[in-house]
């Protein structure tokens, strides 16, 4: 039988335990799950893109999740999702309030890619409130994040 893929896309600045539930989730519903950082967004990225790919897979391995791949790309999300021969799109939901703009988002997938589907996991109730920006910003002013990110990403912050 075919292989079940299915892509994970984000800016990832940095993983945080959030992402990594999410990723968990989704290595138990697919064969495979490929985490995709987005290269060029139009976003000033905090961590340059080889750090965040190296951070989520050490927290990849860390964590033994054996079905996952780490990458990064540019462009539309839909065009990569063909090109690694994905059924669908993950996207972890914290709230309400992310619901409107993922919506959006998976529509406009959709639309540019009706074969390819998104669908939306959630976080623990524990991770809800962890999002990159805050632990971006509880690091600057060197806070513990422990709580927030996996080790090898305290680490690295710590040596920033
Ligand atoms: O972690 P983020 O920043 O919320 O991830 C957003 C991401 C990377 C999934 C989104 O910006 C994206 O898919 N960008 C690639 C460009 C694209 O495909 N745009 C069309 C969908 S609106």
Redesign the pocket.
Known sequence: MKKKIAIY?????PITFGHLDVLEKASKIFDEVII???KN???KSFLPIEDRVMLIKQSVEEKGLTNVKVDS?E??????AKKTGAIF?I?GLRAVTDFE?EL??SQ??SA?APEIGTMFLTTRPKYNFIS?STVKEISTFKGDISKFVPKSVVEYLQRL
Do not use: C, E, H, W
Not at 9 to 13: A, I, L, M, V
Not at 75 to 80: A, C, E
């Open positions: 896309p984000g800016s990832f600045d995709a950082v987005l967004s139009s976003k790309f462009g539309l999300t839909v065009d990569y799109i996207r703009y959006q988002m406009t997938n540019l990159s």
